[in-house]
T-cell receptor, first 114, second 109 residues
Framework: IAGITQAPTSQILAAGRRMTLRCTQDMRHNAMYWYRQDLGLGLRLIHYSNTAGTTGKGEVPDGYSVSRANTDDFPLTLASAVPSQTSVYFC?????????????FGPGTRLTVL | GQNIDQPTEMTATEGAIVQINCTYQTSGFNGLFWYQQHAGEAPTFLSYNVLDGLEEKGRFSSFLSRSKGYSYLLLKELQMKDSASYLCAVRDQDYPFIWGAGTKLIIKP
């Protein structure tokens, strides 16, 4: 593994179903983030984690939950999917230290909820 | 409040220069980032400014004026591969990142 991986690449889901999007990074970054990206709206932060064991709510957290049991993994769960959650989901990480501390992005998961 | 504005779309000619502007409002400014995103791909980091002035990196330069809440990304010697969306983001002391909606840059031959 190099960088950040996400799974699945794409998914079609029936409304009401539960879904977990997976995110794993091998850079030992402290901070991780989940975004959704919709046309014309840019990246919107769903949840974030500054370090293992802690999580925080972003701009659009409703309907989503996260956990951060260890440094490498940051899964995002949709408890009961709705069509408005159709989007492209990006996971990102940053080392949480240093002057620049830029975010590195995974390849994304394209989710369609019918 | 926190807000970032950038143009929705710009068109430029191959070989030319283009400037993409970004204005922001934030209570605890702690750095401004530019990212490039090709269609169907993830954003990739281009540049970072935290102090006023110009940062140059090859064909790309980024400028920041903290007093005006203003930044621009300057792309020189445009190539067709520069066709992408360019995202402006601000790091706030109390919030991870605030993102603009992105500027779609179309390069014509």
């Amino acid at each position: 593994i190099a960088g950040i991986t996400q799974a699945p690449t794409s998914q079609i889901l029936a409304a009401g179903r539960r879904m977990t999007l997976r995110c794993t990074q091998d850079m030992r970054h402290n901070a991780m983030y989940w975004y959704r990206q919709d046309l014309g709206l840019g990246l919107r932060l769903i949840h974030y984690s500054n370090t293992a064991g802690t999580t925080g709510k972003g701009e659009v957290p409703d309907g989503y939950s996260v956990s951060r049991a260890n440094t490498d993994d940051f899964p995002l769960t949709l408890a009961s999917a709705v069509p408005s959650q159709t989007s492209v989901y990006f996971c990102a990480s940053s080392d949480g230290e240093g002057a620049v501390n830029e975010q590195f992005f995974g390849p994304g998961t394209r989710l369609t909820v019918l | 409040g926190q807000n970032i504005d950038q143009p929705t779309e710009m068109t430029a000619t191959e070989g030319a220069i283009v400037q993409i502007n970004c204005t922001y409002q934030t209570s605890g400014f702690n750095g401004l980032f530019w990212y490039q995103q090709h269609a169907g791909e993830a954003p990739t980091f281009l540049s970072y400014n935290v102090l006023d002035g110009l940062e140059e990196k090859g064909r790309f330069s980024s400028f920041l004026s903290r007093s005006k809440g203003y930044s621009y990304l300057l792309l020189k010697e445009l190539q067709m591969k520069d066709s992408a969306s360019y995202l402006c983001a601000v790091r706030d002391q109390d919030y991870p990142f605030i993102w603009g909606a992105g500027t779609k840059l179309i390069i014509k031959p």
